[in-house]
């Protein structure tokens, strides 16, 4: 979708970003589960814009890598398979901790921080979290059922051993219901700059132009 067309408050934008650099601190006895770059790439775009953002230094970006640095404890495992939850002071084995005895964590979990751990590696120009996050989507690629190429929902993160394999998943119905999908979005909401919100199913308009 187009940044601006979805947000279209760039003044409760910007300001929501000094919000956030002045009253969010990461050294904090928190334990999170595995927006900043979205938010950094919409600053750099108002910045680019000549009106808003103007002040802006990577501050958020900054954030973000500090955010990673401290969730990329979650990876040593035997598998490269990340722990579902890190504490972001504490890491992730300790008695102060109140994590790392888990041994379950879901597929989505699992692979899908590949997408703002890449993204994360190509802003700062580090290679590592991408290298961290890869190696647990290979991972799970490597898992996957070879007969209908799709992967289960709950796995051992020590042991790489499906613990729900989700048969339900490779059900035909469900593969059509998702091919479908994924082709009237192609055909309805595709606009230049990515995808547009529907503002009538009915006729096919959009709410964002």
């Keep these: 979708m187009c940044f ?10 910007e300001a929501a970003v000094r919000r956030v650099l002045s009253d969010v601190k990461l050294d904090n006895d928190i334990v999170v589960s595995v927006g900043l770059l979205g938010g950094h790439s919409m600053a750099i775009m108002l910045k680019g814009g000549g009106q808003h953002m103007l002040w802006y230094q990577d501050e958020l970006l900054h954030m973000a890598k500090e955010l990673g640095l401290r969730l990329l404890p979650a990876f040593n495992t035997s598998s490269g398979l990340p722990y579902p939850r890190v504490n972001l002071k504490y890491g992730v084995r300790g008695p102060e901790t109140r994590t790392g005895t888990e041994t379950d964590t879901c597929t989505a979990c699992a692979g899908t921080i590949i997408l703002e751990f890449a993204a994360l590696s190509r802003f700062t120009g580090d290679p590592v979290f991408e290298v961290h ?4 989507l290979d991972f799970l690629w490597e898992k996957r059922q070879r007969n209908s190429n799709l992967v289960g929902t709950t796995i051992n993160i020590h042991s790489g051993e499906w613990v729900r ?37 009915r006729t096919g308009s959009h709410e964002d132009r």
């Excluded at 996050?133 to 647990?136: D, K, M, Q, Y």
């Excluded at 059509?176 to 700059?193: K, Q, W, Y």
């Design 133 to 136: 996050a890869r190696r647990a």
């Design 4 to 13: 601006e067309s979805v947000l279209n408050k760039t003044t409760e934008f």
């Design 165 to 201: 394999r989700g048969e339900a998943t490779g059900d035909p119905y469900y593969l059509e219901v998702g091919r479908t999908v994924l082709d009237n979005l192609n055909r309805f909401a595709r606009v230049p700059c990515g995808f547009a919100a529907m503002k009538d199913v």
